[in-house]
């Protein structure tokens, strides 16, 4: 089809926006932060997901929370963290993470995820399957103290 290819190479061209939120809450033996099991590839991470038409990044970022674990209220808490990489299909993404803070523990999973844990900081790093994600947690750390 005369179109296709062009459309292809457009959509191939647009830049994947997805957005979610380093997420932690106050307890006894210290911070935890939240992390969700995926159903598709079976990876621990944070609440996120891609950028609707006509948000915002940080409104995506809190629709997101709040559609995967169902938590929605939170206090943003410190600059927003980027990650840019190349997926592969080629197409670059950008990734935009919010540290926040809740005082919620209860969480409800949507379908995309299999399982939801609040770890410590150590947990985290150990349960996160890539080195750019642990190197932005580890930069959140610094952006909250």
Known sequence: MPGHDSERQKH?????????????????????????????????????????????????????CAEECGIGLVAIDGPALELHYAVPNGRQKRTVYFPAITACSDVTLSREHVSAKWFDADGVMKHLPHPNIRALFRASLHAIR
């Open 12 to 64: 191939q061209h647009t830049e994947l926006v997805a957005c979610g939120l380093i997420l932690r809450r106050s307890a006894r033996g210290g911070p935890l932060w939240l992390l969700l099991k995926a159903a598709k590839h079976r990876e621990w991470g944070f609440p996120k997901g891609h950028q609707d038409d006509g948000e915002s990044v940080i409104e995506t970022a809190l629709r997101e």
